[in-house]
């Protein structure tokens, strides 16, 4: 009998997964233990076995696809087995969760339609000529605008160029043009009032046109916070954005003459200017207040008696550009895993500097043995966790019950790969010699770059180390890695100048950090962790001892 095959759960974090290749292939032979697959989870590439034996019947995910943990990854059964009932079985179940997650939205949609559809009928109140325009949204960040003050006044007469309004925004306030000609029928918003983008601003129009009989309410639908959200889809909203998107007035941007004096332009003629090389300066506008427009600039002749442009103008030239990478599993994972503990944890740091001097002495020494070759990272490993095994406090793990107290210690250690950030773990560290820390960190962050550790290589660790002193980083703060309750950070050891004995000497310093959860971890605490570390790391022989 057919059998469906899901999406499997391949590490503790797992949510989704990815297809990275498939080893057999549709119609394929498969016996328990085959390789169906490599699927990529959030921490590494993992090879997938079947636990069945037959046929390949049908592939749900394909490679490069990306699909949620229990998806339909493939079925497996006996070769002809006719497999339709679950297929549907499978699209149903599909089907049912997405009725489910939309289901929410019916009543909302059948509301936002029948509103619609009354909008409709407001929009022939609109008589002939008559705009309507909304406030615009003059930055990226702008949601509301104030109206510092009107240039015109209702019954004035606009033409398309007309400055109509000063709108302070959330960065500046800045000049509000119309690109229609006509009546200034109505002011919406008062100077000194503040309103949300898409607010009804003004109404311009023939001369003499009756708008009273206009629902001021309908027309400022779409601006109000309780209207549904899916009424943008709405034939209705979208006709609305099609007169927004034509009547939106853009904003002029004024321009400083040679004198340093305030030089009046539309934004299209100042784009034209700018096209044809033209110093606005050298330009006599014929709009309002000596306002440069577009007529201007085209029928501007340059004089040969104009002095060239100063030296130090400059003009860039040159297009934004960007590019897209699609996130992977890992670093999705590193976003939101790292974004829990920082915002939920409250972090504190505390700094000290090592005197290097005898480590650096005593690693020479002992790389100078036979087969023996050791890091100052082994040692600092070696030295955190015999610091904890005296400070227990610092290995622990918060929870809203309790706080666990970790009798074992277990070092995860901090290893950058392509895609992000891995930490793989030393199991019972304290008990390791240097030797045999230097070889098993070497081992796991062999495996980490390949994407090939296993999820049991990263679980559990009690305490973490990362070190960026090989790439010339003294000092930096980390993140806790959750649920542990410290992180300690690992500069380069750098020469200064110290004082041993009152003498002023260079010295080999080392600046570490650690960074603690204040709701397991009190200040004096940390402090006695780090005197404890700082013994030994700057006396290595204790270690032996």
Same mark, same amino acid.
């Given at each position: 009998?057919?059998?469906?095959?899901?999406?499997?759960?391949?590490?503790?974090?797992?949510?989704?997964?990815?297809?990275?290749?498939?080893?057999?292939?549709?119609?394929?032979?498969?016996?328990?233990?085959?390789?169906?697959?490599?699927?990529?989870?959030?921490?590494?590439?993992?090879?997938?076995?079947?636990?069945?034996?037959?046929?390949?019947?049908?592939?749900?995910?394909?490679?490069?696809?990306?699909?949620?943990?229990?998806?339909?990854?493939?079925?497996?059964?006996?070769?002809?087995?006719?497999?339709?009932?679950?297929?549907?079985?499978?699209?149903?179940?599909?089907?049912?969760?997405?009725?489910?997650?939309?289901?929410?939205?019916?009543?909302?949609?059948?509301?936002?339609?029948?509103?619609?559809?009354?909008?409709?009928?407001?929009?022939?109140?609109?008589?002939?000529?008559?705009?309507?325009?909304?406030?615009?949204?003059?930055?990226?960040?702008?949601?509301?605008?104030?109206?510092?003050?009107?240039?015109?006044?209702?019954?004035?007469?606009?033409?398309?160029?007309?400055?109509?309004?000063?709108?302070?925004?959330?960065?500046?306030?800045?000049?509000?043009?119309?690109?229609?000609?006509?009546?200034?029928?109505?002011?919406?918003?008062?100077?000194?009032?503040?309103?949300?983008?898409?607010?009804?601003?003004?109404?311009?129009?023939?001369?003499?046109?009756?708008?009273?009989?206009?629902?001021? =309410? !309908?027309?400022?639908?779409?601006? #109000? *916070? /309780?209207? +549904?959200? &899916?009424?943008?889809?709405?034939?209705? $909203? =979208? !006709?609305?954005?099609?007169?927004? #998107? *034509? /009547?939106? +007035?853009? &904003?002029?941007?004024?321009?400083?003459? $040679?004198?340093?004096?305030?030089?009046?332009?539309?934004?299209?003629?100042?784009?034209?200017?700018?096209?044809?090389?033209?110093?606005?300066?050298?330009?006599?506008?014929?709009?309002?207040?000596?306002?440069?427009?577009?007529?201007?600039?085209?029928?501007?002749?340059?004089?040969?008696?104009?002095?060239?442009?100063?030296?130090?103008?400059?003009?860039?030239?040159?297009?934004?550009?960007?590019?897209?990478?699609?996130?992977?599993?890992?670093?999705?994972?590193?976003?939101?895993?790292?974004?829990?503990?920082?915002?939920?944890?409250?972090?504190?740091?505390?700094?000290?500097?090592?005197?290097?001097?005898?480590?650096?002495?005593?690693?020479?020494?002992?790389?100078?043995?036979?087969?023996?070759?050791?890091?100052?990272?082994?040692?600092?490993?070696?030295?955190?966790?015999?610091?904890?095994?005296?400070?227990?406090?610092?290995?622990?793990?918060?929870?809203?019950?309790?706080?666990?107290?970790?009798?074992?210690?277990?070092?995860?250690?901090?290893?950058?790969?392509?895609?992000?950030?891995?930490?793989?773990?030393?199991?019972?560290?304290?008990?390791?010699?240097?030797?045999?820390?230097?070889?098993?960190?070497?081992?796991?962050?062999?495996?980490?770059?390949?994407?090939?550790?296993?999820?049991?290589?990263?679980?559990?660790?009690?305490?973490?180390?990362?070190?960026?002193?090989?790439?010339?980083?003294?000092?930096?703060?980390?993140?806790?890695?959750?649920?542990?309750?410290?992180?300690?950070?690992?500069?380069?050891?750098?020469?200064?100048?110290?004082?041993?004995?009152?003498?002023?000497?260079?010295?080999?310093?080392?600046?570490?950090?650690?960074?603690?959860?204040?709701?397991?971890?009190?200040?004096?605490?940390?402090?006695?962790?780090?005197?404890?570390?700082?013994?030994?790391?700057?006396?290595?022989?204790?270690?032996?001892?």
């Amino acid at each position: 009998m057919a059998e469906v095959i899901n999406m499997p759960r391949l590490s503790d974090t797992m949510e989704e997964g990815v297809v990275a290749a498939w080893l057999k292939q549709v119609g394929d032979k498969v016996e328990e233990g085959d390789i169906l697959a490599e699927i990529e989870t959030d921490k590494a590439t993992m090879e997938f076995e079947s636990f069945q034996n037959g046929t390949l019947l049908y592939i749900g995910i394909q490679e490069g696809e990306t699909a949620p943990v229990d998806q339909l990854l493939c079925i497996i059964g006996e070769e002809g087995e006719d497999i339709s009932s679950l297929l549907e079985g499978a699209a149903s179940s599909d089907t049912k969760e997405d009725t489910q997650s939309e289901g929410t939205h019916t009543d909302q949609e059948e509301e936002a339609s029948s509103e619609a559809k009354k909008e409709q009928s407001s929009d022939s109140e609109l008589p002939e000529g008559v705009v309507v325009v909304n406030m615009p949204r003059l930055s990226d960040t702008m949601e509301e605008g104030t109206v510092a003050s009107w240039l015109k006044k209702e019954g004035d007469q606009v033409e398309e160029g007309d400055i109509l309004a000063e709108i302070e925004t959330d960065k500046a306030t800045m000049e509000f043009e119309s690109f229609n000609s006509g009546t200034l029928l109505k002011i919406g918003i008062q100077e000194g009032e503040t309103a949300k983008v898409d607010a009804l601003l003004a109404i311009i129009g023939p001369k003499g046109t009756d708008i009273s009989g206009i629902s001021m =309410e !309908k027309i400022a639908a779409p601006n #109000k *916070e /309780t209207t +549904p959200e &899916v009424k943008k889809e709405t034939p209705k $909203a =979208e !006709k609305k954005e099609e007169v927004v #998107k *034509e /009547t939106a +007035p853009a &904003v002029s941007q004024p321009a400083s003459n $040679a004198a340093g004096g305030r030089i009046f332009v539309s934004p299209l003629a100042k784009k034209m200017a700018e096209e044809k090389g033209i110093d606005l300066g050298q330009v006599t506008g014929s709009g309002e207040n000596g306002r440069i427009v577009k007529s201007d600039i085209e029928s501007f002749t340059p004089s040969t008696a104009t002095a060239p442009a100063a030296a130090s103008s400059f003009v860039s030239v040159g297009t934004e550009t960007f590019e897209e990478v699609p996130n992977s599993q890992m670093r999705k994972t590193i976003a939101k895993r790292l974004g829990e503990s920082k915002f939920t944890a409250p972090h504190y740091y505390l700094g000290l500097d090592l005197d290097m001097d005898n480590a650096i002495a005593s690693r020479k020494a002992i790389n100078e043995l036979p087969n023996t070759k050791i890091s100052f990272n082994d040692m600092v490993i070696k030295a955190s966790a015999m610091a904890l095994r005296l400070h227990p406090r610092v290995n622990t793990q918060w929870t809203e019950k309790n706080t666990i107290i970790a009798k074992h210690i277990h070092i995860g250690v901090a290893v950058a790969v392509e895609d992000g950030l891995l930490v793989p773990v030393l199991p019972f560290a304290d008990q390791m010699s240097m030797q045999q820390i230097g070889a098993k960190v070497k081992e796991l962050a062999g495996k980490a770059r390949n994407k090939k550790l296993q999820p049991k290589e990263m679980e559990g660790s009690t305490f973490t180390i990362s070190n960026l002193g090989m790439f010339g980083i003294t000092e930096f703060t980390s993140i806790i890695n959750q649920p542990n309750s410290a992180i300690m950070s690992v500069g380069a050891i750098v020469q200064k100048p110290v004082v041993k004995e009152g003498q002023i000497v260079v010295g080999n310093v080392m600046r570490i950090t650690l960074a603690c959860d204040h709701r397991t971890v009190d200040g004096a605490t940390g402090a006695a962790f780090l005197q404890t570390f700082k013994s030994y790391i700057e006396n290595p022989i204790v270690m032996y001892v």
